[in-house]
Structure formats: C-alpha cells, structure tokens
C-alpha cells in the first residue's frame, strides 16, 4: 500500500478500491487538457456541449474521440445525428465554455457555423467536421469515434483555453492569465 501525493490510497489490490469518485475526480483533473465545444444537429436544430474529454485517435485515418456522459443530453443526440462538429476554443472563449455545460452567458449568443454538414462554433480556434464510426461503452460515458472530414484552423494566434484542477487556465506568456472556476458533470 502506499499513499499518492494527492493524500488517497492507490492500492486497489482488494475488492474494494481505496479511493472515491471524488479523489478519482480530483486526481483525473490534474491531467491538464484544452476545451471544446461538440455539436450535432438533427432536423435543422443544433445542440452543443461543452467537453474536455477529446483526444486524437488515429492518423490513417483520422479518427478523433469524445467521451459523452450517458446521462447528458448530447448523449443520444450524437448517435442519431451521426455527424458531429468539434470546435477548439481559445483563451478568449470561456464563456462559451460555460454556455454549453449549462451556465448561459447573459447577453451573448453562441453563433454556429456549417463545415461540411456539421455544426461548429464560428470563432473557434480549431474547426472539425466527423462522421461518427465506433461507439464504445465506458461505463457512465460512451466514447464516440469520428472520422475527420474536414478541418479548418484559424491562422490568428491565440492561445487555447486549458483546464486543470476544475479550473480554466491559459498558456503562461499570454496577454491575461485571468482564471475563473468551472463545474464539469
Ligand atoms: C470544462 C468542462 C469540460 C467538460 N467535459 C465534459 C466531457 O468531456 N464529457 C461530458 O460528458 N461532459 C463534460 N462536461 C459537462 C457538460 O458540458 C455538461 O454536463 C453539459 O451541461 C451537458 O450538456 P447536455 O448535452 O446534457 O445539454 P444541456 O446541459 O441541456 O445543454 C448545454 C447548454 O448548451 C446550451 N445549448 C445547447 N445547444 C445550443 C444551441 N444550439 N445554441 C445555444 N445554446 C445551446 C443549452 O442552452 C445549455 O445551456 C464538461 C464541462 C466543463 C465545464
């Protein structure tokens, strides 16, 4: 057995592991990553969510991964609509961040734009349009597998919006290194 430097019991030798959901979240939040905006649209109606959970997939071909919570309603929508939107926000973009996990920003509208059939965030830093391929089962999320059809990013250089320790952060060197604290599901 032995103790981690964030104070809980690793060992899960036994049946029963040595920590809760609330260490496993408190130590997951520790790997920093960047925020995104998923988007589907079904019958013209757009739905979007905010997500930290994305990474690459594959190069050959392309395949991009987001973990959906099976309880979220993004959930059943990305299944039906089949192509997804992701959009990379920069340091600028926080609200927005907010806006799609629940926290409405008073007075501004997120604006959508169509790349190739899917539905990304007009100023995003980083836009990709995906056809969903592989659905996975994770528990209390599901990972859904898009194959990249088309990307655009914006040549302006802005730093991207990160996440670590339930907190938003930038890239030390930017203009503002303003942090403000966010809750995910
Ligand atoms: C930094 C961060 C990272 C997160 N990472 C993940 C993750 O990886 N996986 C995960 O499952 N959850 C994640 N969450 C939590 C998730 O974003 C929230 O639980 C979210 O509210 C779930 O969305 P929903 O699909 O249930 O829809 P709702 O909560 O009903 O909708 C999300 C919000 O977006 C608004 N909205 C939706 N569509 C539009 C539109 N077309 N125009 C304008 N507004 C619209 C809604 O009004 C609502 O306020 C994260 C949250 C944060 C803050």
């Given at each position: 057995m032995r103790t981690s430097d964030i104070g809980i019991n690793v060992d899960r030798g036994g049946d029963a592991p040595g920590f809760d959901a609330r260490d496993f979240r408190n130590a997951m939040g520790q790997f920093?990553?960047?925020?995104?905006?998923?988007?589907?649209?079904?019958?013209?109606?757009?739905?979007?969510?905010?997500?930290?959970?994305?990474?690459?997939?594959?190069?050959?071909?392309?395949?991009?991964?987001?973990?959906?919570?099976?309880?979220?309603?993004?959930?059943?929508?990305?299944?039906?609509?089949?192509?997804?939107g992701v959009s990379m926000l920069s340091e600028h973009q926080e609200w927005c961040s907010n806006h799609f996990a629940g926290k409405p920003a008073e007075g501004r509208q997120p604006e959508f734009e169509s790349l190739s059939g899917a539905p990304v965030l007009a100023q995003a830093k980083v836009k990709i349009a995906a056809e969903l391929r592989h659905v996975y089962a994770c528990g209390d999320h599901t990972l859904f597998v898009g194959e990249v059809k088309s990307l655009e990013h914006r040549s302006r250089d802005e730093g991207p919006l990160l996440f670590h320790g339930g907190r938003y952060a930038r890239l030390a060197g930017s203009d503002s290194m303003a942090m403000g604290g966010a809750t995910q599901a």
């Amino acid at each position: 057995m032995r103790t981690s430097d964030i104070g809980i019991n690793v060992d899960r030798g036994g049946d029963a592991p040595g920590f809760d959901a609330r260490d496993f979240r408190n130590a997951m939040g520790q790997f920093a990553t960047g925020v995104v905006v998923i988007a589907t649209s079904i019958d013209g109606h757009t739905h979007g969510m905010t997500a930290n959970a994305f990474m690459s997939g594959s190069l050959e071909p392309p395949l991009i991964i987001v973990s959906v919570a099976c309880n979220a309603r993004m959930h059943s929508k990305i299944a039906q609509g089949g192509r997804f939107g992701v959009s990379m926000l920069s340091e600028h973009q926080e609200w927005c961040s907010n806006h799609f996990a629940g926290k409405p920003a008073e007075g501004r509208q997120p604006e959508f734009e169509s790349l190739s059939g899917a539905p990304v965030l007009a100023q995003a830093k980083v836009k990709i349009a995906a056809e969903l391929r592989h659905v996975y089962a994770c528990g209390d999320h599901t990972l859904f597998v898009g194959e990249v059809k088309s990307l655009e990013h914006r040549s302006r250089d802005e730093g991207p919006l990160l996440f670590h320790g339930g907190r938003y952060a930038r890239l030390a060197g930017s203009d503002s290194m303003a942090m403000g604290g966010a809750t995910q599901a």
